[in-house]
């Protein structure tokens, strides 16, 4: 079987009284079972050379609905005020700025369920990786 | 006050593994390098409804403004899932053991972001919820 894992490491020393330390390591399975993702369209990058319009990242209806499937996605960019805005069916999510990085459930719970990233400037580059439970 | 986050993934699924590994990174303001200096702390609900609950209330003054969701499902069925949305637009579901790191623009006072034991039943028991939010808005708490 397949296996995939996703850690999450959050720390501060410092911004609260006492120290923040959270670490949380899962395995990716399928809804609702325990058999792990299978599926991946693989770790990749995006780079508009022009244009920055707002494009389809990941299109719901390439995929089964109310799954488990897991997205990845970093914005590469040093210039920290470049970012991605990241909408879902016409609804912002947030904006990824420099260095950032977001790791979330995808549903595609119907086919206007799009993720789509709308980079606010030139040349910036999106790293992405999509596990899929198809 | 540096807060840093940091995912590590790794996967046999493709025919050669991959290992993903951000490092460290400092969660800063909004368009500058100036470190996120308020957080909720790190909370903890049980949920036992399948109606949607406000987790976190969306406020105009953090429109556009950088902040970061954190959010686990602690449940150890993994069958047991939560239902996060974005004004009513769903982003996924959390299986038991399932987290998820997001950017939050409070786009608009409609965008909080909410949660559901969707498919909770008085049989299957509680789903206990971990999360914090890490914001920059002075004025995130809502006006009493």
């Known amino acids: 079987m397949a296996t995939t894992t996703a850690q999450l490491i959050l720390t501060s020393t410092d911004l609260l009284s006492d120290s923040l330390s959270v670490s949380a390591i899962g395995t990716l399975t399928g809804a609702g079972n325990s058999t792990g993702l299978t599926g991946t369209e693989g770790l990749g990058r995006k780079k508009l050379a ?8 990941f299109e719901a209806g390439n995929r089964t609905a109310d799954k488990a499937h897991k997205i990845y996605l970093k914005n590469t960019s040093t210039t920290a005020a470049e970012y991605f805005l990241i909408t879902l069916n016409g609804e912002d999510m947030g904006r990824l700025y420099a260095g950032d990085w977001a790791f979330f459930p995808w549903s595609a719970h119907d086919s206007d369920n799009d993720i789509k990233i709308d980079p606010s400037a030139d040349d910036m580059t999106l790293e992405y990786m999509l596990f899929t439970d198809d | 006050m540096a807060t840093q986050a940091q995912l590590i993934l790794t996967s046999d ?16 303001k ?14 903890r ?12 209330a969306a ?9 970061k969701v954190y959010i686990i499902n602690k449940s150890e069925d993994a069958a047991l899932y939560v239902t996060v949305t974005i004004n009513a637009q769903t982003i996924g579901k959390l299986y038991g053991g399932d ?8 786009t ?13 039943t008085s049989s299957t028991g509680d789903i206990p919820v971990e999360y914090a939010l890490f914001h920059e808005d002075t004025d995130y708490l809502t006006n009493a």
């Open chain 2, 13 to 28: 699924v493709s025919g050669d593994p991959t290992n993903v590994d951000t490092g460290l990174i400092t969660l800063t």
């Open chain 2, 45 to 56: 609900v049980h949920l036992r409804s399948t109606t949607n609950k406000v987790l976190f």
């Open chain 2, 99 to 106: 987290f998820m790191f997001i950017p939050w623009s409070q």
């Open chain 2, 108 to 120: 608009d006072t409609a965008a909080s972001i909410e949660v559901a034991a969707t498919n909770w």
């Open chain 1, 50 to 57: 022009s244009g920055h319009a707002q494009y389809v990242l």
């Open chain 2, 59 to 67: 406020n105009a003054e953090g429109n556009d403004l950088a902040a």
């Open chain 2, 30 to 43: 909004a368009g500058g390098t100036n470190e996120l200096d308020q957080t909720t702390g790190l909370g």
